[in-house]
């Protein structure tokens, strides 16, 4: 499940490279305990509000940004509008549970940013699965891990990202094969494809893009993250995305569908997505709600004595999320 959080990071859909900063990133196991992120997109306006939150509102700097910021479930009516403080607390919350040492946790993180640069969206940003324990790690790591994530990926509304790098072979893909144990048919399965540019010239990845090797129903979007040594770096993320773009686009076998490829069109497929998955839901209930027609149909029929005729049910269907077939 390469670069998991580096996807999360940059998903975020906010053009602001200092947000972009809020995540820890790096090698190795980096996102050790769920961190439950909420994006709210609201208006701009100049009058800061509270939130819900009764009284005034703390802040931990002195030049409050009013459109943009954070707030965390464990520390309730404080704002934080340095986002590199906001990666501080990441930080400094996961020890408290888990110590300095790579150790794990499966209490979640709940952090909310406030925006009107961002897509309404929830994602789980989730540990990769580790198979050999280092530091504090239990010798059960990747059992640990493992229910951590099926915890979260069961519930029948969730999107499931499985990230997988690209220049790997896909059937061997930890984050798919874990999908399929809660969605076996794929359903509610969206394939990340990272590290494309690394692949090895004169390959690429369209068989998978098309279905032809592992299908899923929302398919595939190959992304273009930034590596470690531009992390490092401090590369601005609106460069690192200008140079995603321009990948896809000069790209032979991508040029033609470069609309389709990138952080930016996983992110909108991802905002298309839930709602639809929703009304499936929601389509699911209201099929398994009696009917009232049958029901008095039943009845009539049980003690008629004249003959009633009644207007044909009218069925109600909700469309579901159509495939992705841009590849096919």
Known sequence: MAG??????????????????SLPRGTGIVTRRPLILQLINRSATSQPQTNGVNGEMKTSDKEANADEWGEF???????????????????KETESKTGRNA?????????????????????????????????????????????MVLKQIM???AIILAVTAANTDLANSDGLQLAREVDPEGQRTIGVLTKVDLMDE??????????RI?????????????????????????????????????????????????TPYLARKLNLV???EFSCSLATCINLLPDPYDAYQEHLTRHQS????????????IKPAGRFDVWQ
Request: aromatic share 8%; with cysteine.
């Open 155 to 157: 519930k029948p509304n």
């Open 103 to 147: 150790g794990i946790s499966p209490a979640p993180i709940n952090l909310r940013i406030y925006s009107p640069n961002v897509l309404t969206l929830t994602l789980v940003d989730l540990p990769g699965l580790t198979k050999v324990p280092v530091g504090d790690q239990p010798r059960d790591i990747e059992k640990q891990i493992k229910d």
């Open 73 to 91: 479930l464990h520390i309730p009516g404080q704002k934080f509008y340095d986002f590199n403080k906001i990666r501080d607390e990441i930080v």
């Open 306 to 317: 004249t003959h009633f005729i009644l207007s044909p049910k009218i069925h109600r269907r």
């Open 202 to 211: 004169g390959t690429d990845v369209v068989d998978i893009l098309a279905g």
């Open 4 to 21: 998991i959080c580096t996807v999360s990071v940059t998903i975020t859909g906010i053009p602001a490279d200092d947000i972009y900063q």
């Open 214 to 262: 592992i299908p899923l129903r929302l398919g595939y979007v190959p992304v273009v993250n930034r590596g470690q040594r531009d992390i490092e770096n401090k590369k601005a993320i609106s460069f690192a995305l200008e140079n995603e773009k321009n990948f896809f686009e000069n790209h032979k076998a991508y040029r033609n569908k470069s609309s389709y490829c990138g």
């Open 274 to 276: 839930w709602p639809d």
